[in-house]
């Protein structure tokens, strides 16, 4: 009889068998911790916004709060009340209208610039995010478990604070 070299087939279908399993276990978790990490990071922006807007309003109080582009600024930033430099300017341009983390951010205003809403919702909701995030002028974070875009003064207003 001849040595044999080497694997035999079946030796090599039962290893890519466990590492096949290994994988279906793995996957999952990593979705739920990348999912769990975008959330923080739009969580952490509202807050951002919540800073800059309240800089922005004691800055520059005849013209309210401000926009999302007016919070910002293309770099080398000169303050004024239509680029206050407060935030990067990628935040304040939605990073060129893509979301980043798997969110969209956006800043409305209302009542003649006296009310704010800040919201980070998930661009593939149960994908990329759960829960969207928003904030008004009195700079609670709120959590949606919805995920849907609360872009309204009173929608995000009426939701439950974040750990809550």
């Known amino acids: 009889m001849r040595k044999q070299k080497g694997f035999s087939l079946i030796e090599l279908l039962i290893v890519v068998a466990i590492i096949l399993i290994i994988a279906a276990i793995a996957i999952p978790n990593l979705l739920r911790a990348r999912i769990a990490s975008n959330e923080s990071a739009a969580a952490s922006q509202i807050r951002t916004l919540n800073t800059a807007q309240v800089s922005y309003v004691t800055a520059y109080p005849r013209a309210g709060y401000g926009t999302l582009a007016a919070l910002g600024g293309a770099v080398p930033c000169t303050a004024s009340s239509t680029t206050a430099c407060l935030v990067d300017n990628s935040l ?4 060129a209208g893509n979301g980043k983390n798997g969110y969209n951010v956006t ?58």
């Open 92 to 95: 304040a341009t939605n990073y």
């Open 107 to 164: 800043v409305t205003l209302s009542n003649s610039n006296t009310q704010y809403d800040a919201t980070a919702y998930p661009i593939a909701v149960g994908n990329t995010g759960i829960n969207s995030f928003c904030a008004i002028e009195d700079a609670v974070v709120r959590k949606d478990s919805a995920g849907a875009n609360d872009s309204t003064h009173d929608t995000c207003g009426a939701l439950a604070a974040l750990g809550n």
